[in-house]
């Protein structure tokens, strides 16, 4: 027994080919609308509210109590910043911190830009390139920790014989307090640059070609076409991912906790590392979220005023 399709409403069916909906439907349908739309929305921000607010809003109460799972809270006031303060390791944390995020703006975000600025210029195989640049974003994080620390092994790694086979000097890499900050930047900018690149490369091939062609025929160079053209056309992206940059590497742990463990001689303990010790290994839950308030504070602080200085520097303009 076949089922008979259901009929349209009169208003519907009588309708002509082409004629506007009724007011009323039209009102329906927009309603209709509107309502999955805020039903996307709002399970959008249920997942941020107890994935990202949450845990945000219970790390700055618990930074004022004293706090050990299993057990009631109580209430310390500032404590626990006080004794965070006090620690030797918080200097040091900070200080590497700080080393850390100025080497790596100097290193991520150069050569990012120099190879976007290669592969927009080249003509073949400009897939291939492309995706051995990213590839290294595709490697988990801590594979990727872990075929560095092999790398860096001063005793059978890949960079000291490579260094032998030159007939030059080896070094001990993480190994050495002089050489493992640096050496964690090179780890944290070849594993993290290719989303960069690809960015930027997007960015630059919205730049009117016209644009160019003006400037060789006016005489200007390569690093000035760069200079006068690339830079100015790619502003915004520029400084957008300038601030993003310095925001994750004022947050790096997994280099250090997987390469160094924070050594040697604490040479590569970061502030996010300080955090893990002391909520893991030392157990002291406010003191750790006492040392997170301090870096959301300093990165809020510094956000606004970037954003407050660029703004101003694009309005002058």
Request: net charge positive; with cysteine; charged share 15%.
């Amino acid at each position: 027994m076949t089922k008979t399709a259901e009929r349209p409403p009169a208003a519907v069916r009588d309708r002509p080919a082409g004629a506007p909906l009724p007011a009323a439907d039209r009102r329906r349908r927009r309603l209709a609308d509107q309502l999955r739309a805020y039903a996307f929305l709002v399970g959008g921000l249920v997942c941020f509210a107890l994935f990202s607010w949450y845990p945000a809003i219970r790390a700055v109460v618990i930074a004022f109590q004293k706090y050990t799972p299993g057990s009631d809270p109580e209430w310390v006031g500032t404590a626990n910043f006080t004794r965070v303060l006090n620690d030797p390791e918080f200097g040091a944390a900070w200080r590497n911190t700080l080393t850390f995020t100025l080497l790596a703006l100097l290193l991520g975000f150069a050569v990012p830009f120099v190879l976007a600025l290669v592969l927009n210029e080249l003509r073949h195989a400009k897939a291939f390139f492309r995706v051995v640049v990213y590839l290294p974003v595709m490697i988990p994080p801590v594979v990727s920790a872990l075929l560095w620390k092999w790398f860096y092994d001063p005793g059978a790694g890949l960079a000291n014989e490579a260094l032998r086979f030159l007939h030059l000097p080896t070094s001990n890499w993480t190994n050495g307090a002089d050489t493992a900050l640096i050496s964690l930047v090179v780890v944290a900018t070849w594993a993290n640059m290719g989303g960069t690149v690809l960015i930027y490369l997007a960015a630059l091939q919205s730049v009117p070609g016209e644009l160019y062609e003006a400037a060789e025929l006016d005489g200007a160079s390569l690093l000035q076409r760069i200079r006068h053209v690339t830079v100015p056309q790619t502003r915004f992206v520029i400084l957008m991912l300038m601030l993003l940059q310095i925001i994750a590497t004022m947050q790096v742990f997994t280099e250090p906790f997987v390469i160094t463990g924070g050594g040697p001689e604490n040479s590569t303990v970061t502030v996010l590392y300080l955090i893990y010790k002391y909520a893991f290994l030392y157990n002291d839950f406010g003191g750790a979220c006492a040392l997170s308030v301090m870096l959301l504070a300093l990165l809020g602080v510094f956000s606004a005023v970037y954003l407050r200085l660029t703004r101003s520097g694009e309005e002058a303009a």
